[in-house]
């Protein structure tokens, strides 16, 4: 092994000591170190147990910060074993331990990037699961092919990110595709993957749908919002929900269409409408669309809270038809984010659900 190579090993090993230190520093590790002790010992309480809602909020309270602290810890104690080691084995002249620490030093290289990636995750809905809203624009079954289109790419990416998927409903168009669908994508950091995907998405091709081989421009709106679980308090009134029940459409089996089992939740004060149809219990369907309202009442309360900031507001307050994020031309193979530049030609692999590239960008802009 060259001494080039050897000084390249060891100058990897202290940029990654250097990162983590400077980790250790931006994610306040003290401060979580010894929240995380503290934590541990309220989880094994017995005591705790006697109430599940505390229980649960010290869970993923604990959770959490293991994922700082813990990872923390490896990276750190790995990079200064690391360059210890290559130290003695470069002074023996054992090349082939300094190569297998460059390897090891590899490994450590993606902990930190993982690290790294989530300080761009500064919502603290980031970590939730989330609900994503498809609706097709003015354009009829072009535009509702498109959000048949957008439906599977979401759908697609939430298995490459190894989340749960479900889809709560989905209403189908009169020829292809749909009018309008809610998924939902559990998982960790679901929402602060996804939330940069709120807005309009625009088609520009050759219409499958036009005898006359014409190209088509068509828009859909995307909206993203994150679950909010029991620590969150939303306080509805009931008597400002109207609750309807109806016949569910859409694939789903005979069975589907032979009961009332759909259910429609309207928030009278804001108008906000869900709906879920993915079971065949009605009283399943009513608890996912009461989860679903809060978690809407939840982020609607949270952009008026960030109003002042503009951050959030900016992004989200001119959404409309006009307020395009992402422009995919498919004759000429391309997709371009709007607010960032980034593009690729992969469009095969962008409508399959690789959208990482696009969300990465949009993350460390602060979109």
């Known amino acids: 092994m060259e001494a080039e190579q050897l000084n390249q090993i060891a100058a990897h090993l202290d940029d990654l000591a250097s990162r983590a ?22 989880s094994e309480d017995p005591e705790l147990w006697n109430d599940q809602k505390k229980a649960q909020e010290i869970g993923r309270e604990r959770k959490a910060l293991e994922d700082v602290v813990v990872v923390l810890d ?28 460059d390897d090891d ?8 990037a993982t ?18 809203d498809i609706q097709s624009g003015a354009g009829g079954t072009e535009a509702q092919d498109w959000a048949g289109m957008l439906l599977r790419m979401y759908v697609r990416y939430g298995e490459r990110k190894g989340f ?25 950091y679901a929402y602060g993957f996804l939330r940069t995907e709120t807005g309009v998405h625009r088609l520009v091709r050759v219409s499958p749908f036009d005898s006359n081989a014409r190209r088509h421009t068509s828009f859909c709106s995307v909206f993203v ?52 149809q993915n079971d065949r219990s009605q009283h399943r369907n009513r608890d996912e669309a009461w989860q679903m309202l809060r978690a809407k009442l939840y982020e609607l309360e ?23 994020i992402r422009s995919y031309v498919f004759d000429q193979s391309r997709i371009k984010d709007l607010r960032t530049g980034y ?25």
């Open 225 to 276: 919002y994150p679950e909010v679980d029991d620590s969150f308090e939303i306080e509805i009134n009931p008597a400002d929900v109207r609750t309807d029940t109806y016949r569910a459409s859409g694939a789903g089996g005979q069975h589907i269409n032979k009961t009332d089992s759909a259910v429609r939740l309207t928030h009278i004060p804001t108008n906000i409408v869900v709906q879920c």
């Open 115 to 132: 690290l790294e990636f989530r300080r761009m995750f500064s919502n603290p809905m980031d970590p939730n699961a989330c609900f994503i």
């Open 21 to 42: 230190e400077e980790l250790k520093r931006y994610l306040d590790y003290p401060t979580k170190r010894d929240r995380l002790e503290e934590v541990v010992r309220l």
């Open 343 to 367: 593009e690729v030609g992969n469009l095969k692999g962008v409508m399959d659900g690789d959208l990482d590239g696009f969300i990465e960008a949009s993350l460390k802009q602060g979109v």
């Open 74 to 101: 490896e990276v750190a104690g790995g990079a200064a074993d690391a360059r210890e080691l290559f130290d003695m084995a470069r002074a023996e002249d054992d090349f082939d331990t300094c190569a297998a620490i």
């Open 105 to 112: 030093a590899h490994a450590l290289e993606e902990k930190i």
């Open 302 to 324: 949270l952009r008026k809270r960030m109003e002042a900031q503009q951050q959030l507001e900016a992004g989200k307050s001119d959404i409309g038809w006009g307020h395009q």
């Open 164 to 188: 749960n998927v479900e889809v709560m409903e989905e209403s189908e168009g009169e020829v292809a595709g749909i009018t309008s669908a809610t998924i939902k994508l559990s998982g960790e």
